[in-house]
């Protein structure tokens, strides 16, 4: 029968009497597995985030265990894979993508041979991304009642579904002097803090609308997370890209400081798969469509384009051309990898959006 059996083997020495034990242990098992049944991440989870943490039902039949990591269900394209696990969970070190889809199995082995993989699970990775200004540090005159901007260029485009500023680090004599405002790319601006404590010094400090106090402590330091005085609700819905502005006003003359850093985390609604191949400029045409190499996109009679960007499903900027002098443009996509691609034509102030496939 399977399983794992203590047997004591006693040596006996007669004169002078010596008796010793020695515990040895016999593991039996079968040469056929019964499928492996998976546990976490559960089968289509969402927003997972790292450290990916992988974990099955032990088969007491099982003395080690194998896993693939795939970005498809036919695991042609495998990510991370580990062989001869012993525990029954796995923690990846790979670096997985953001909102995207991954397949993971597991397959038995003992010393007789070796099971079947079991069958897929799939999860989806977290669409957040955390950004941290390079724009720093700034300085905050103590001569008069100077405004100071830092700015945060996010090459992400989506649909924001939350929105965190984190360490946000600096320092000033007099805190009360300061208000503290962020601003998005589309020009909505709330205010982080304004003129709180009194003569304490410096800042270091977190806003998250989830977090659990929106009383801040004075100084506002020690690294904790806060409620803004604002909502940062109010860029949900907004598109991240462009350049973000923290703007620190200080409203009284004497005392100054700096700004030392400061970064945001946004979290996008998972991109949309079904943007339609053909938008409502229906004179433009894209082809091939899907391509497997370059396609061209073809403007049509449309004049004075002013913008074109290609974006891989994660946001990430492929492709951008603001100087469009021909009609008909080729992009290439030679050395790129295959999926879906967004191609966004900007014509007076209309953005239309197009889905590029390249298989
Ligand atoms: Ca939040
Ligand atoms: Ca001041």
């Known amino acids: 029968m399977i399983g794992s059996y203590p047997i004591t083997v006693t040596g006996t020495a007669p004169s002078p009497l010596v008796v010793k034990n020695s515990i040895i242990t016999l593991n039996v098992y079968a040469t056929t597995f019964n499928p492996m049944t998976l546990s976490t991440p559960a089968n289509g989870a969402l927003n997972v985030t790292g450290p990916y943490t992988f974990s099955w039902v032990a088969d007491p039949n099982a003395a080690t265990y194998d ?19 012993v525990a029954n969970s796995y923690i990846s070190g790979a670096v997985l993508s953001s909102n995207t889809i991954y397949y993971w199995r597991v397959k038995p082995s003992n010393q007789c041979g070796s099971g079947s993989f079991s069958s897929a699970y799939s999860f989806t990775t977290s669409n957040c991304n955390s950004t941290v200004s390079t724009a720093v540090p700034v300085t905050i ?14 090459g992400v485009t989506g649909t924001i579904n939350d929105i965190d500023v984190v360490g946000l680090i600096g320092t000033h004599s007099w805190i009360n002097d ?31 609308d989830a977090a659990a106090s929106a009383t801040l402590p004075c100084p506002p330091t020690g690294g904790g997370t806060y409620q803004p005085q604002g909502s940062l609700a109010a860029f949900n819905g907004e598109d991240p890209l462009g350049t973000w502005t923290l703007t620190i006003v200080d409203n009284f003359n004497q005392d100054g400081g700096a ?13 949309s798969t079904t943007i339609p191949q053909n938008g409502i400029v229906n004179t433009i045409t894209i082809y091939p469509n899907p391509t497997s190499n370059a396609f061209t996109l073809d403007l049509g009679n449309i004049e004075n384009v002013e913008n074109i960007i290609l974006l891989d499903v994660q946001g990430k900027l492929i492709y951008e051309n603001n100087n469009i002098i021909n009609s008909k443009i080729k992009i290439d996509l030679n050395n790129k990898s295959e999926g879906i691609y967004i191609l966004k034509v900007q014509h007076h102030n209309e953005v239309n959006t197009y889905k590029v496939v390249k298989q």
């Open 259 to 271: 700004l030392n850093g400061w970064g945001l985390n946004i979290c996008l609604t998972s991109i």
């Open 67 to 85: 896993i693939d990591i795939a970005t498809d269900a036919a695991f042609t394209n495998i990510v991370d894979a580990a062989t001869g696990l």
């Open 141 to 154: 005159s103590s001569s008069g009642t100077p405004t100071i901007t830092s700015t945060i260029n996010i």
């Open 178 to 208: 300061l208000t503290v405002t962020l601003k998005s790319p589309q020009n909505t601006t709330i205010t982080l803090w304004d003129q709180i404590c009194a003569n304490e010094n410096d800042f270091n400090l977190n806003f998250d």
